[in-house]
Nanobody, 126 residues
């Protein structure tokens, strides 16, 4: 079964930091661009960040620029989302997704994702 698995979500206080990880099961993540998304129940899913398959291009939503950093380790076959200076409005379920083409990271809301994870919850408490 081809899927992604996120980890690292938890309850954190305002101003704190978290690092989310994304791993692939059943396929090699090295060949895919990876996007991070978040969704609050009842609201539209938001593209947070995206990284090309080689890690040479990244993109961020305006709401997280300067606070979040996406990176990848293609030896360990993991993609990370480092989240700093967390705010209550960052509370959401966070998902990673993989796209076969790097151009997905240059599209609105990072379209073209082929595989998705089930999400990991992040709660920022004040």
């Amino acid at each position: 079964q081809l899927q992604l698995v996120e980890s690292g979500g938890r309850l954190v206080q305002v101003g704190g930091s978290l690092r989310l990880s994304c791993a692939a099961e059943g396929f090699d993540l090295d060949f895919y661009a990876v996007g991070w998304f978040r969704q609050v129940p009842g609201k539209q899913r938001e593209g947070v960040s995206c990284i090309s398959n080689k890690g040479d291009f990244t993109n961020y939503a305006d709401s997280v620029k300067g606070r979040f950093t996406v990176s990848r380790d293609n030896v360990k076959k993991l993609v990370y989302l480092q989240m700093n200076s967390l705010r209550p409005e960052d509370t959401a379920d966070y998902y990673c997704a993989a796209a076969p083409f790097d151009r997905s990271c240059r599209t609105k809301n990072y379209g073209g994702m082929a595989y998705w994870g089930r999400g990991t919850p992040v709660t920022v408490s004040s």
